[in-house]
């Protein structure tokens, strides 16, 4: 329901611009699933999204706001394009692996750190994660346009040069390498959390921090780690970003794909499984935002207001019911926010 | 604060006073210049901290202050074109700040969505709706807030200049600072902000409708948020232009953390990044290290990362214990 | 089903429910055979042969005062001066977008596509090899091999900045000089600069030149007004009494700061800001530009004549008129810009010595 309204509103929008919402919304499906190349596009776009997604929604299991996620994606991605480019002569079973790990490990590094500054000086992961945002921003573009800036030919762009195709994650017809294997990740992180010891232990902390300290779990350790694993996940989707879609890293292109995860995580109400869907569903209006442009001169900022208004929906059933005059369904509320993390 | 922390405060304040007073001898131009401009910048993030901290306390997070500015800064530079008034505009960036803060009571409060959901609700939707909007052809005939100078203070040698001749909404910020530093710490209005913010059942049962006053709250800091957005149309840029907030509200929250919600706190806190980003761009001017501007970028947000860490020894930046948690009668 | 998988099959029912509701009395006969929107456009009768014009601006608006925004005009200006041609753009908003982005045009039958910036240049070199038959014009894409069908319309920045250089080299009483940039990722920025402080030096030789670039990433280089201000504002504090701000809107910000202080001078980027920055007319006594413009318009009116020539298309760089400050440019001066002119022109002037 909340799809349709978000839907509504934004026709609405549309006709108080003078569009026509039909023509829009048919651009947008057909750019996004009118043909093989559209479809592509969608689910390459969606693939990030879901990891960074369940980066958010691991952290949230735990009770913790990951709001590094796009400081994480970008060091992932620029680390996993150094060792694409940087080495050749493997094999792509070596070499493949070889680059996604290190952007994993990149990753969760970067989120580790806030997470161990955490446990240690009891520093303010909110703080540390927002300046770590900032400073990848940095160093990633500095990377990318000094020591490892591709100088061949004529190319002026500050990005990397294009990685070895034994590091390039293939395509099979119309669906990415890297969607199959978000989609196993997420899979995995649904059963970490609902089928291991560890996964219990993350939840329990996320559900009430005391009880679970009284209990014997060191909580302190689940927090640290917990960052480090929602790291790891948003670096992961950096380098399959590098490395199934950009082939290469180039500075500013990543722009925004770590906090998108915090929009997907809420859509999904931080369910790993739930992030599949909201991913598909940001990547559809993505994907097909530019033709939706182009046939009825609808601007594309238009996909972001019908997103908010989604999630607004999404968060507030009560609206709905109350608009429709359904009868109250006693559903849990979904809250995630504890604060941001008691030191 | 404990006599010990209050010793090393003054000792650090003094060692910083005889810093500036060391570089001043060597260069006022340049020391002026950075020190105007750690004020300046100062400004927005201060403000922003104030708008989160008046929330937080009572108990709501608001990582949707990035979304206030940018639609304040909107609505300011709009009907300040619009009516060639910039007093108007001022007013209507507060306008819309209250909307927004209004906004986000109804959502986090009074439907109980979740607070980042709410937050996160505001941000895209201010950024779609300005970009949606914003009418390329329009600009800021009238020209932007101008420094005002208070008199002979504005005379005096370095503070003159950095503290005495700044334009009005900078000052009305200093005056902020004080007015709800005591209306958060002296008056009755903020012992019960804070109660609801600690213990909202032990405050119920003492007769404090929680929700209501929260609803408040959160309305007026928007309020603060929004004026702070004018001040970003107004008075430090004089123009509007796409996604300008960049970044400065949830800069503002780490502002908030690092003052451990307090304003003076909060604007020391602001003060000290401004202070960094002026430096790195003093650095760049004067060519001083051949290091590629990223690296010097880098500056004030691994200092901070290092202050943070350290400061943990000051004693822990402890929430609000109700923080992000809806509020159930009964 | 979980809950979310519901949400997205009921988004694709609802989309294509309105669709199919609303969309069959909008659309013309049934008998049409494709999706596009070809078959509305053809209700337009076409007095003489269609030719279409598309522009995929860079991550960045048609309306963002400068560089897009000049490209676009030029389209207009050039589709002007040709019969029966219809122009449209598309704004990308990621870099991943540019291929779709181009393909969307081509789908569609254009004759000439044109890009903006140099970050399209590779999609804009695969578009045009896989279509031998349209045209395509980059904006500020250097050529490094020719190809028949693509013309990179590029520009000498440095000469611009040059000029401009040299002329606030004579204009400032401080002998200080400050530039406010935008970011040293994108090479023409930085030949901006490079002129700007080398053509300073050339009339001035005991100017000092401060310059910064922004700090952050390129997804905030551009679009940060409250840094150009507030760094604007440190290099007057300083001593600088003329400011040249290159940059998109973080130039501007620049600009708009330094029209608050009496007796700053402020150049601009790109085209004659004169128009596009009403606040900055204070200080603003002119432009370093490059005529996209001119440029676009040019080699599109090429391109219906057929004489459009593959590789690199030299644009006009120049400075912009001095407006208000008409006055405060003497004879003197005036004779100097007309010799630096001259010698950038023949190449006895290198604006950018190694």
Redesign the interface.
Known sequence: MAVVFGVLIGALLIVSQGGSPAEAYKALLVGGLGDSDAVLRTLQKATPLIFGGLAVAFAFKAGMFNIGGQGQLLVGAVFAAGVGFGIDGLPVVIHLPAALIVGAVAGALWGGIAGTLKATTGAHEVIVTIMLNFVAGNLTDWLAANPWKDNSGSNIVARTPLVENSATIPTIGAVPVGFLLAVAVSIACWLVLERTSYGFEVRSVGHNRHAAQYSGMKVGWIMSSTMAVSGMLAGLGGAVESLGVDGRFEAGVNVGLGFEGITIALLARANPLGVIPAALLVGLMEAGAARMQYKSDVAPELIDVIQALILFFVAAPIIIRWLLRMRHDNSEQLQLGAGWGKS | MRPRQKQLLYAGLTAILILIWIFYSADD??T???L??TV??AT?LALGAMCGMIGERSGV?N?GIEGQFLMSAFAAFTIASMTGSLFMGTLAGVGMGLIMGWLLAA?AVG????????G??LN??A???T??F?D?SR???I??Y??IDLGPLADLPLVG?VLFSRPPLTYLTMVLLVVVHIALFRSVWGMRTRAIGEHPGAADTVGIDVLKLRYFNVTIAGGLAGFGGSY?ALE????F????S???G??A??VM??GRRTPFGAYAAALFFGFT??L???F????TFDI???????LP??V??VV??????FG?????AA????YEKG | MTSTWRRFLALLMVFGLLTAACGSDSDSSSSSSSESASSSSAEEEEPAEEFKIGLVTDTGKVDDKAFNQSAWEGALSGAAQIEGATTDYIETEESKDYANNIQLFLDDGANVIITVGFGLGEATIEAAKANPDVLFIGVDQFQGEAIPNLAGLVFEEAKSGFLAGALAGMLTKSNIVGAVLGTDLVPPVVFFKEGWENGAKYTNPDVQTISTYHPGGLDVAFGDPEWGATTARQALDQGADIIFGAGGATGNGALIEVATEEGALCVGVDWDQWGTVPEAHPCLVTSAMKDIVKGVSDLLVAAKAGTLVGGNFLGDVDIAPYHDFESMVTDDMRATIEEVRAGLADGSINPMPE
């Open positions: 131009l340049q002026t210049a950075v105007a401009g300046r910048a927005l997070v990582i959502m439907l109980k969505v979740d607070q980042i959901i709410a996160t609700v895209i939707s950024l779609g709706l970009s949606f914003y390329r600009s800021l005939g020209g932007k101008t420094n200049t970003l430090a840029v004089g123009t232009s796409r996604a300008m960049g970044g400065r949830f800069l929250l780490a953390i690092f980003t002026a790195q761009n003093q760049q001017l004067n060519n590629p501007p990223q690296f010097v970028g880098m947000f691994v901070t990362i943070v860490a350290l400061s943990g020894l822990s930046m402890r929430d609000p923080l992000g948690q809806s």
